[in-house]
């Protein structure tokens, strides 16, 4: 550990902490040299800690600064620059040395991105000094330069076979051979060998076009332009050269007068400067377009005639490869427009319905109509047939130009003549979403009338029925909810997938419940419902609550029913519950029972297409298939495909099309048209509902409770019992005061092992995959944090809290705060002030003793209960640290709760009693001392389905 | 809790540390100086003004 002069925001009291820079105190702030500890880094250390941060707020148990941060996004640029092999080897004096580097070419658009980058240095990235007497002056753009160039240096090196090999070399035959293995290996010569400045000469020349390019400040344009509409097709093209100042790009001139001398008066430098880089500037670009070099040899700095074809050509290849090379290429407007290409639409009537009864399905034939259009103009089959046979690239169709690529041209002939005519309303679908297009050619869209316009728009949202709630429904569904209810039985009605992907807490699992209750009555036959395991009691319970005169089954667990009895079974009931585990190991049996419908929830599971779960849930046949899930999908393109290939099977065609139609266009290309098309296409199938839209928000009550029931791991039922026997032979010979410290010492020990076992045993081991409350808080907390909410989470134990904090820092990469009892008040107040800045640590553990009272932390939408305390008025106070006032959001309570255990038993003590709960458990958990025997081993007793149902 | 940072110095990338209000302590303190978030020692430096 060395020391270095770090230049910081200082107060009276010393350096100011990074997250207090912004300003949150009045104090005036100046800015002052500290000597701090640090320590010096290799590059090659530098880029491997760069990548252990990128795209973290956290590493172990340290945050990321914003300037480490920021330094990561310099190394992805200098990757960038290096992926795009744009760099240089160099030769340069270094001191009294010289250093053999890769050094970064910066083509046109990469100026752009330095200056973003620059713009959004962190003052703390140019914080260090070598002197304690000036602050670091040196401008945000020049640093990151520098930075960059080392990186690219260094990755460029990395990337050379046999670099990291050690040990020199010595006797070179001539300095050019030891140049390049200074450039492989040690980046610097030895001293003052013969030759070697002359090599740097000879180097430096060798990067003066390069250089002259790119460290200007003049730019050369080139523009094409089309012949003059009075000359039509035979006029002649052209292309021009202009200048540019890079500081003021509205600042143009032609070259042949910048040639004749107009540099200085335009851009201040000199003409001959100015003509040198003309030169230069010109010469490259002939070695990179063949018309610029057939053209340059007539002479004329201003430009020359090209013919058809070559305008063809430049607009089709050397435009790109001139642009790469940092040119600024002008086209004209039309090129950019992206509909050169015929393009084809289809009409789609619905006159011709071949299905019996005239009813309409997926399965019905329709009439399809197909036109072609290139640019905008409608083309009839003879015009496009005189195209073909014209076979000029660029030709002008009443007054627009445009592309005519023989071959697509062709193509649309072809699929003119041949195109079906009709096709089954499932493609038509398909078409008209663009998830199905003719191939090689450009897709207009559907343009249908009928019942197939109707049944459109209805898939777009407009105008689907509105459904009464379902007889039976017990409860009152709220109207997006009957919305999202309806949405499902259209969907269904038709065969068709919807992935229902609301916000956490708007009600999914009711949705769904509400759909099978209306559709049992009518199909009498049985809906696989698909969960994880943490939440198959959740399903069972909401069912008992909502739907309860509704059949339900739980599929799980050794003893569950095989073969013939488990398929007659399946049959009587309207919902078989069950988990992917099993969905996968007993997929055979369930591929065999001709569902009425399957519901995946947390879909998410089946996001790998190739992971064994995910095939299982494809070999099950269903009438309709539906996905519920809190995350939003659209976010996550590459699970998209696998769930939308379960929903809706074949409908974005395979995973390689979907790869190269809509994957790679929209995350690596960026290409806004794919995204487009890929809203379009799966919109009609995902409905996801935020609890911040305005519809919604009207819709929700300020405040929600929810209990989230969660199943005990196998090792927590085992500790759970053990407990209890020890009890039962304490008990017995127990009385009096003794009798009440074995009670409250087992709810104590009972309560611990329903939150983890590593709290129960104290032993410091080991923390996730062993506690389902655990999983379950993990997985809530995960949509929570994907939607940038925030949440606090109270356990009344304080080793408990510890435990969340280590494991939820670790499993998300975000600071987590943690709160208890032995903070003291100042940083408490910090804490709290951190929690509900801008951009603090979006989750807060707190026990319940040290943070249910006093405390003002709206920024919180998500309180969760770890354990309870059953005592309903501590656990409100608790939740009213989020829930007052300055909370302008709806809030949501989740109330974590063991099945088949002493917390549900309580729980629903508590809640037939809720009236006098207050008085009965206003001690805390006295009252339960004051049982007999036989009821306190009732209410502690644990129950099969405890672990995982 | 420790924030990591990073910077350049004279060509040299340095790591140095900050430690948060509830962290501090886990950085070397300067000699005789109060804690402060960056284990800054006054000695050799200007005072701030």
């Known amino acids: ?472 429904f017990s409860g009152t569904l709220r109207p997006y909810q009957i919305r999202g209810y309806s949405w499902l039985a259209f969907l269904g009605q038709w065969g068709l997938g919807g992935c229902l992907a609301d916000d956490m807490g708007l009600g999914k699992t009711i949705q769904v419940l509400a759909h099978i209750q209306r559709d049992w009555p009518s199909s009498r036959r049985p809906a696989l419902l698909v969960c994880p395991t943490s939440v198959m009691n959740n399903w069972q319970r909401e069912a008992a609550r909502f739907v309860p005169g509704l059949p339900v089954m739980v599929h799980h667990g050794p003893d569950r029913m095989r073969g013939e009895r488990f398929r007659d079974a399946a049959g009587e009931h309207a919902m078989v519950v069950t988990s992917y585990g099993l969905a996968q190991r007993d997929a055979g049996l369930l591929a065999g029972i001709p569902w009425r419908g399957v519901v995946l929830d947390e879909a998410q599971n089946i996001k790998n297409p190739r992971a064994k779960q ?35 099977p074949g409908f974005l065609g395979t995973q390689g099309q979907f790869k190269s139609n809509f994957l790679v266009p929209v995350q690596a290309e960026k290409d806004s048209g794919a995204t487009q098309r890929l809203k379009r296409a799966t919109g009609p199938f995902i409905l996801r509902r935020l609890k911040t839209d305005r519809d919604i928000i009207s819709d929700l009550p300020e405040k929600m409770e929810m209990k989230v029931f969660c199943p005990l791991t196998r090792e927590q039922a085992s500790l759970y019992a053990s407990i209890l026997k020890e009890t039962e032979e304490a008990l017995g010979s127990a009385a009096g005061i003794k009798r009440k410290g074995v009670i409250l010492g087992t709810l104590s020990r009972l309560k611990q092992v329903c939150n983890h076992p590593a709290q129960f045993l104290g032993d410091n081991s080991a923390i996730p995959n062993r506690s389902g409350k655990l999983a379950r808080l993990t997985e809530m907390l995960e949509e929570v944090l994907e939607v940038g909410d925030r949440a606090l989470v109270f356990s009344q134990f304080a080793v408990m809290g510890g435990m969340l904090q280590r494991h939820l820092q670790e499993r998300f990469g975000c600071e987590v705060l943690f709160l208890h009892g032995g903070v003291p008040k100042g940083r408490r107040d910090a804490m709290v002030e951190r929690f509900q800045g801008d951009g603090g640590p979006p989750i807060f553990v707190l026990s319940l003793k040290a943070g249910g009272t006093g405390l003002n932390l709206t920024s919180a939408n998500h309180v969760f209960h770890f354990d309870r305390w059953w005592n309903p008025a501590v656990e409100s106070q608790a939740t009213d640290r989020a829930f007052r006032i300055g909370q302008r959001r709806n809030v949501q309570v989740h109330k974590l709760v063991c099945v088949g255990t002493l917390e549900e038993k309580i729980d629903q003590m508590i809640e037939g009693k809720r009236l006098v709960a207050e008085q009965v458990v206003g001690t805390g958990e006295g009252w339960l001392t004051e049982m007999s025997n036989d009821d306190l081993r009732r209410v502690l007793a644990l129950s099969r389905e405890a672990a995982g149902v | 809790m420790i924030t990591l940072h990073a910077g350049d110095c004279d060509g040299t990338p340095y790591l140095w540390g900050e430690a948060t209000r509830e962290g501090r302590g886990a950085l070397p303190q300067g000699d005789g100086a109060s804690p402060h978030p960056f284990g800054a020692s006054t000695r050799d430096c200007a005072a701030p003004g």
């Open chain 1, 1 to 472: 550990m060395s020391s270095v002069t770090a230049w910081l925001p200082t107060g009276a009291a010393g350096p100011v902490p990074s997250g207090d820079a912004a300003g949150t105190s009045s104090e005036v702030l100046s800015v002052a040299p500290w000597s701090v500890p640090a320590r010096p880094l290799t590059v090659r250390e530098f880029v491997d800690l760069l990548c252990v941060v990128m795209g973290k707020r956290t590493v172990g148990p340290a945050a990321v600064g914003a300037d480490l941060a920021y330094w990561a996004e310099a190394l992805r640029l200098a990757g960038f620059q290096v992926a795009r092999q744009q760099f240089l080897p160099d030769l340069v004096a270094d001191g009294g040395r010289y250093a053999a580097i890769w050094s970064p070419v910066f083509a046109e658009d990469d100026y752009g991105r330095l200056e973003r980058l620059a713009g959004r240095m962190p003052a703390a990235a140019r914080a260090l000094a070598t002197s304690d007497t000036e602050p670091p002056g040196r401008e945000a753009a020049a640093v990151l330069r520098r930075a960059v160039a080392s990186l690219v240096d260094h990755l460029v090196r990395a990337g050379l076979p046999g670099s990291r090999a050690t040990g020199g070399r010595r006797g070179f035959s001539s300095t050019h051979q030891m140049w390049m293995y200074a450039l492989k290996m040690t980046g610097h010569m030895a001293a003052k060998p013969a030759g070697v400045p002359e090599l740097a000469e000879v180097i430096r020349e060798w990067r003066r076009p390069v250089d002259a390019h790119a460290g200007s400040p003049l730019q050369t344009c080139i523009r094409l332009e089309e012949p003059d509409e009075a000359d039509g097709e035979s006029g002649a093209w052209r292309i021009r050269y202009l200048l540019r100042s890079r500081q003021d790009p509205s600042l143009m001139v032609p070259a042949d007068k910048v040639w004749e001398g107009g540099a200085a008066q335009a851009f201040g430098t000199s003409d001959t400067a100015a003509r040198e880089f003309l030169l230069v500037s010109l010469g490259r670009a002939s070695r990179i377009s063949p018309s610029i070099a057939a053209g340059l040899d007539g002479g004329d700095m201003g430009g020359h005639t090209i013919d058809v074809e070559g305008a063809h050509r430049f607009l089709t290849g050397e435009a790109a490869a001139l642009r790469q090379a940092g040119y600024t290429v002008m086209l004209p407007a039309w090129w950019g427009r992206g509909d050169t290409k015929p393009r084809l639409a289809a009409r789609a009537g619905a006159g011709a319905f071949s299905t019996p009864g005239g009813i309409l399905s997926l399965d019905t034939i329709v009439s399809f109509d197909w036109e072609a259009a290139l640019g905008d103009q409608t083309m009839t089959l003879e015009e496009l047939e005189e195209l073909a046979l014209a076979k000029a690239p660029l030709v002008r169709v009443r007054g627009q130009w445009v592309e005519a690529n023989s071959a697509e041209i062709q193509s649309a002939i072809d699929f003119l003549r041949k195109g079906p005519r009709q096709a089954t309303f499932r493609d038509v679908i398909r078409t008209a979403l663009g998830a199905a297009m003719p191939p090689g050619l450009d897709f207009g869209g559907v343009r249908a009338s009928g019942r197939v316009a109707e049944m459109l728009e209805k898939l777009d949202g407009k105008g689907f029925e509105e459904l009464e709630q379902p007889e039976g």
């Open chain 1, 614 to 648: 995910s095939e299982a849930a494809r070999m099950l046949e269903a009438d309709y298939r539906f996905a519920l899930t809190g995350t939003p999908v659209e976010n996550h393109l590459g699970d998209l495909w696998s769930i939308m290939e379960f929903l809706n």
